[in-house]
Nanobody, 128 residues
Framework: QVQLLESGGGSVQAGGSLRLSCVAS????????MAWFRQAPGKERAGVAS????????YYADSVKGRFTISYDDAENTVYLQMDSLKPEDTAMYYC?????????????????????WGQGTQVTVSS
């Protein structure tokens, strides 16, 4: 089992920044992909960004390209999501996810169904 613990959420004004962190613990051997998803009230969970832990190749949803950056620290088993130029529409619960042995050819989809390990989420609220 892999446990994921997110932190870093909060409330900011539009145009501000936040940095989310997610620490992976437990049996992390074989985990090769980590990702961030978000879910706003009344909406489905949507992929934000994913990263291949082997070489750092990352993929982003169109809505966050150029504003968000995902990164991975192998020594700390931690994935980060740097969020800049935040907009009110970024308001959501943000979830960290991980998977072992994921086909890296499918990572670009950032599909929730591909991930078996999930954190509890951290709230991000952006006011206008």
């Amino acid at each position: 089992q892999v446990q994921l613990l997110e932190s870093g959420g909060g409330s900011v004004q539009a145009g501000g920044s936040l940095r989310l962190s997610c620490v992976a613990s437990g049996n992390t051997y074989g985990v090769n992909c980590m990702a961030w998803f978000r879910q706003a009230p009344g909406k489905e969970r949507a992929g934000v960004a994913s990263i291949y832990t082997g070489d750092g190749v990352a993929y982003y949803a169109d809505s966050v390209k150029g504003r968000f950056t995902i990164s991975y620290d192998d020594a700390e088993n931690t994935v980060y999501l740097q969020m800049d130029s935040l907009k009110p529409e970024d308001t959501a619960m943000y979830y960290c996810a991980a998977e072992a042995g994921l086909d890296i050819g499918t990572m670009w989809k950032i599909n929730a169904a591909d991930f078996g390990y999930w954190g509890q989420g951290t709230q991000v609220t952006v006011s206008s």
